[in-house]
């Protein structure tokens, strides 16, 4: 898998994380990656077009901390539990759980139960760090109301600056 695709993915954690944060919680709905770029979709308890400028100073604090990327496995739905946050274990179980087998693969960002830690379910691949992506111009377009409590986001990742 090329960098931008890999980053990518690891931004598309990122994104969710700040998300959870500043708007109490999202509920991922849909993630279409294409060549440099994905559109997401969340349902999210608070408007998030009122909290962008907090949703990207969250997103660029993961990537200044030059938090270490991991990659994991659990051999059970309650060692995912132990692992993940309650919004992506939840996620996990009802949309996603029953299609997977174990062991399950976990992406894990940061150190464990630190502030800036992040851990879901994902079997994509990931830079090995979240200060890699310095290394990119990225661009964050939206949110854009699609539903009730639904936002769509789209972002765009250009080869390396």
Not at 30 to 52: C, I, K, M, N, W
Not at 65 to 71: E, P, T, V
Request: a neutral charge; aromatic letters at 10%; charged letters at 30%.
């Amino acid at each position: 898998m090329e960098m931008v695709e890999r980053a990518v993915e690891t931004y598309d954690h990122l994104l969710w994380e700040a998300i959870i944060r500043v708007c109490g919680g999202a509920i991922s709905k849909g993630f279409r990656q294409q060549r440099g770029s994905a559109s997401v979709t969340y349902e999210v308890p608070a408007d998030p077009r009122l909290h962008l400028q907090e949703i990207e100073q969250e997103i660029f604090s993961f990537i200044i901390s030059g938090l270490s990327i991991a990659k994991t496995s659990c051999g059970s739905l309650e060692e995912l539990k132990e692992i993940c946050s309650r919004d992506e274990y939840r996620k996990f179980v009802e949309d996603a759980g029953r299609l997977w087998e174990s062991p399950f693969r976990v992406v894990q960002i940061g150190k464990r139960r630190s502030e800036k830690w992040v851990s879901c379910p994902c079997d994509g691949e990931h830079l090995n760090c979240t200060g890699e992506l310095n290394m990119f111009k990225i661009e964050l377009k939206g949110p854009r109301n699609v539903g009730k409590d639904t936002y769509k986001f789209h972002f765009v990742i250009s080869s390396q600056r």
